[in-house]
């Protein structure tokens, strides 16, 4: 098999790869907080024995071994969140809560502790602050719970809920200094990989911002031209196959046949 039919066969699949990766994006455009993922690349460099000899080596004015050459493939290096800022939407409801700037929210799940930028929060009825999937919002002194009867609830932009003119908690925001230590868990949350050693800082340039959502960074039409250039990509990569095949039986056909 000729090494083009290698690199397109990769190139078809990390096309495939992508492709699953746009749909997700396309599929979480209404979703507050979520964040759009990409694609990185790296070169894969191929080397053989002989790269490391040197090549002006000679025998008799002949080359003892052949030319160096190095081949290059793209290959996907990693899978990266894209932690861009989304637009802000007011919604008027005081659970409703976006982060400005470079921070999360700390959440409470029974998988342990995540973090989220989703805040579309509510109370439970025994008045805790939940997300939609029943996930506690923490604080500073744990579980975020509202007073039973309490109307006004006013949260400022440093995190401080108060509870008809009481202060209930504050919010803190945290921000993670590498973000490629995240990894997302579903339902819109996202942890920090256990092995990465990284721990949550205080996000002190993050306010929390009430009565508003933060909208997805995902851009229906960015995604819609993506989706059909990598349908593209994914087409002329089957092409090379396809031909690919069609010179290898050819050669065996020719080659083997009697004259």
Do not use: C
């Amino acid at each position: 098999m000729q090494n083009s039919s290698y690199s397109a066969l990769f190139g078809a699949l990390t096309q495939e790869r992508r492709l699953d990766i746009i749909a997700n994006n396309l599929a979480n455009v209404n979703t507050a907080g979520f964040k759009g993922d990409r694609l990185a690349f790296q070169d894969t460099f191929t080397r053989y024995a002989h790269d490391l000899q040197n090549p002006n080596y000679s025998v008799r004015d002949q080359v003892a071994w052949p030319r160096s050459y190095v081949l290059a493939q793209p290959r996907i290096a990693e899978r990266v969140i894209d932690l861009t800022q989304g637009p802000l939407e007011t919604t008027g409801n005081p659970l409703d809560l976006a982060v400005a700037g470079e921070g999360f929210f700390r959440l409470q799940t029974p998988q342990g502790e995540m973090l989220s930028r989703g805040g579309g929060f509510q109370l439970s009825p025994d008045g805790f602050v939940v997300d939609a999937q029943g996930n506690r919002l923490l604080g500073e002194g744990g579980p975020i719970q509202i007073p039973q009867g309490a109307r006004d609830i006013v949260i400022t932009g440093d995190g401080l809920l108060s509870a008809d003119n009481e202060a209930v908690d504050r919010i803190p925001l945290v921000r993670v200094e590498d973000p490629k230590a995240l990894e997302k868990m579903g339902a819109n949350l996202l942890r920090i990989r256990p092995e990465s050693g990284a721990a949550p800082l205080p996000a002190e340039d993050a306010e929390v911002v009430q009565g508003a959502v933060e909208k997805p960074n995902v851009e229906v039409v960015t995604e819609m031209v993506n989706m059909i250039e990598t349908m593209r990509a994914y087409e002329a990569y089957q092409k090379i196959i396809t031909g690919t095949f069609e010179q290898d039986k050819k050669l065996i056909t020719e080659v083997g046949s009697v004259r």
